[in-house]
């Protein structure tokens, strides 16, 4: 994102959208969006990134199912980034792929290739909210990070896991959303997210994502390897293992095509 | 022995030959080996209409499928031989290639050629756009199975889309259920007497065109198609012995189609229209030994399909997804065997439980506007067991008193199946 366009976004903040929020404080509001704007500069220009990863999803009672994938994700300076999943396991869906083109501002597109029947499908905007593939994360929770997605609000100051953290209330600006607010704790030494509190619709608990093991890619870019999303409502969890991750790979956004997706393996 | 059933056990031993190379082939380092097989039942719900029919019906595939790519990905191979043995029907006792195909991939351009199965088109309740690939009629009720297609494909993906070109050297005829099958005409199709009205017969070398293009919230698709109608027309006849036969004809035609979609929020719109010319409005010659059809059938006709998709995220605080699918389908042509869907509504419930085992449900209903007494239905289940092991649930339901209805011929072959599949 260009900062002519930040700057934009700070005056708009300070001028327009102030009364609609009689709870927050001005001042907050502004380090909300300050630390949200520093947490998204300092993850940019990582270009593209390709990962292998587990899924192990967990159910109440305990039972567990995994699911291998394979993600490429391109980054998009002037907009959301674009990612290709591809299913490598369970078998019976080996080969399905997804394709996201993740905006800040309108609607994601997603398509989905079926290879039994060899059939690719768009997905309606609003899927967004629902469970990706059987697990507790969302369409929206795979997609990137942008500030323009969300109104912005810093809570309180805090620590967590020893770390002097900033929790930052965000309140997402799309109507298909699946959530009321995020609260993000964002460390103060790196600007990472490292654990995100989802509420539903009504405002209650829903979901925590806690992000660990981060790693350093490129000297510049922290990447967590495992991640846990708890379900508060159902107890069901979901845990994400990044077996692998590469940058630089040579992928073209032109990959990037659902075009191409019949040729995705 | 029939020369067909003699043709089926020699398709089916090169088939079980193919699969064995396979096997042994995948033991080389850089072949990717997977698949699946399944064992399924099916039970019909009422008494067979005509008398060499079964009341169930048990049957068993097996689809393997080998990949390999070199070049840096560029170039692959895949081959996905395919064989069904049915317990009753020797003519869904059937072999085929699903897939055997060179893709050269670049930037900007793709290039296929062998044996490859392509889909085109948008809506649900029927696929009318869709012509590269026959229909393995034999495998489902719902005409979603394909016969591999040989074909050279290249394809240019470009800024404004993809455009896809085809030349397709050989036609497949379409399978239909033998004598001892259900789900067909009083008197079974008979496959090994197909007329054709292409000298070359299935020689025939067929072309088609389509382009491609997402814009924002739009997909659209136009198409051109040139060369054997996939959709045979039925003639009655009498055989050698005097007896009645249903003899399939495949006709030259072209065909214009258009297909689009929308998505609007949780609503999906979807279009397809399809415009089908014959080159001739030749009847059966008589030079295929055939006495020429009394009644002239609409030969050029539209036919088109439209409707939406509305989807429940979350439906009633769960974590389930409940699809509402409405589509009318409209055929200018009337009581077609392969046309029920002439002024039809069809409404559908599609329910997603999004659970680990990825269970769903569709439930569906078409109703016949012209004539209440005529409608179909059918539900379709799954999910998974284990990692490698899902079970399927379907059932079809038809429903016709008037006997120029298309549905009156099956209108006792309700049935419910049951499957496990293993996938690998």
């Not at chain 1, 869906?93 to 905006?103: K, Y």
Request: hydrophobic share 40%; glycine share 6%; charged share 25%.
């Amino acid at each position: 994102m260009q900062i002519r366009t930040v700057s934009l976004m700070l005056v708009c903040v300070s001028l327009l959208c102030a009364g609609s929020y009689a709870h927050a404080d001005e001042a907050s509001k502004l380090k909300g969006l300050e630390i949200a704007t520093e947490r998204k500069s300092r993850d940019m220009g990582w270009g593209d990134s390709s990962a292998e990863a587990t899924m192990i999803l967990r159910n109440a009672s305990g039972q567990e199912a995994s699911r291998e994938l394979r993600m490429q994700s391109f980054e998009m300076l002037e907009d959301g980034d674009k990612a290709l999943t591809i299913f490598d396991s369970p078998k019976d869906v080996a080969g399905t792929a997804f394709l996201s083109f993740s905006h800040a501002r309108e609607p994601d597109e997603q398509w989905i290739y079926l290879p039994a029947i060899k059939r690719v499908k768009r997905i309606a905007t609003k899927n967004k909210s629902g469970p990706f593939v059987g697990s507790e994360f969302a369409f929206e929770d795979m997609t990137s990070f942008e500030v323009e997605k969300y109104d912005y609000d810093l809570i309180r100051e805090d620590t967590f896991d020893g770390e002097a953290v900033w929790v930052i209330e965000q309140t997402p600006k799309d109507d298909f959303s699946g959530y009321s607010k995020t609260l993000v704790w964002v460390d103060k030494s790196e600007y990472r997210a490292r654990q995100i509190e989802y509420f539903d619709r009504k405002g209650a608990p829903l979901k925590i994502l806690v992000l660990e093991d981060f790693r350093l890619y490129k000297d510049k870019y922290w990447r967590p390897h495992s991640s846990e999303m708890i379900n508060l409502q159902t107890g069901k969890s979901t845990r994400l293992i990044t077996n692998k991750l590469e940058f630089d790979t040579g992928v073209k956004e032109s990959d990037f095509d659902k075009s191409k997706l019949r040729r995705a393996r | 022995m029939t020369k067909a059933s003699l043709d089926v056990r020699a398709n089916i031993a090169l088939a079980m030959g193919a699969i064995a190379g396979a096997f042994s082939l995948s033991a080389s380092a850089d072949v990717t080996f997977s698949g699946e097989f399944g064992v399924q039942q099916r039970y019909y719900l009422q008494d067979a209409l005509y008398p060499t029919q079964p009341r169930a019906q048990g049957s068993l595939f097996l689809q393997p499928s080998l990949y390999t790519e070199w070049n840096e990905g560029y170039d692959s191979l895949v081959f996905t031989p395919f064989v069904r043995l049915d317990q009753e029907d020797s003519e869904r006792s059937h072999a085929d290639i699903r897939e055997l195909l060179w893709l050269h991939a670049a930037d900007n351009w793709e290039l296929r050629v062998g044996i490859g199965k392509v889909f085109w088109g948008q809506t649900e309740s029927l696929h009318l756009v869709d012509i590269i690939n026959q229909t393995d009629a034999v495998e489902s009720v719902d005409g979603e199975d394909k016969l591999g297609q040989p074909m050279v494909s290249y394809t240019w993906l470009h800024e404004y889309g993809s455009l896809s070109a085809y030349v397709l050297p050989y036609f497949r005829e379409r399978t239909f259920s033998g004598l001892e099958g259900r789900l067909r005409p009083p008197v079974p199709v008979n496959t090994d007497k197909p007329l054709f009205e292409s000298d070359d017969e299935e020689s025939n070398v067929d072309f088609a065109l389509r382009w491609q293009q997402s814009i924002n919230s739009w997909e659209v698709g136009v198409s051109f198609f040139h060369g054997t109608n996939r959709e045979p027309e039925l003639i009655g006849t009498l055989n050698e012995m005097g007896e009645q036969e249903l003899l399939p004809f495949y006709r030259q035609i072209n065909q214009v189609g258009i297909d689009v979609l929308n998505v609007s929020g949780d609503w999906l719109w979807k279009f397809e229209a399809i415009y089908r010319a014959a080159e001739t409005d030749n009847a059966i010659s008589p030079a295929m030994g055939v006495p020429l059809t009394p009644e002239s059938e609409a030969i050029d006709y539209f036919a088109a399909v439209g409707g939406f998709e509305y989807t429940l995220v979350g439906f009633m605080e769960t974590t389930y997804d409940l699809g509402i699918l409405m589509e009318y389908q409209y055929d200018e042509r009337d009581n077609n065997f392969f046309a029920p869907a002439q002024n039809d509504l069809m409404l559908g419930v599609r329910w997603a439980l999004n659970d680990q085992d990825s269970t769903e449900v569709l439930v569906a209903l078409i109703q016949d506007l012209d004539d209440t007494n005529s409608r179909g239905g059918f539900i379709e289940a799954s999910s998974r067991m284990t990692q490698n092991w899902r079970w399927t649930l379907e059932g079809y339901f038809f429903a016709a008193e008037d006997p120029l209805k298309p549905l009156y011929f099956v209108r006792q072959d309700d049935h419910i199946q049951f499957g496990v599949e293993y996938f690998f």
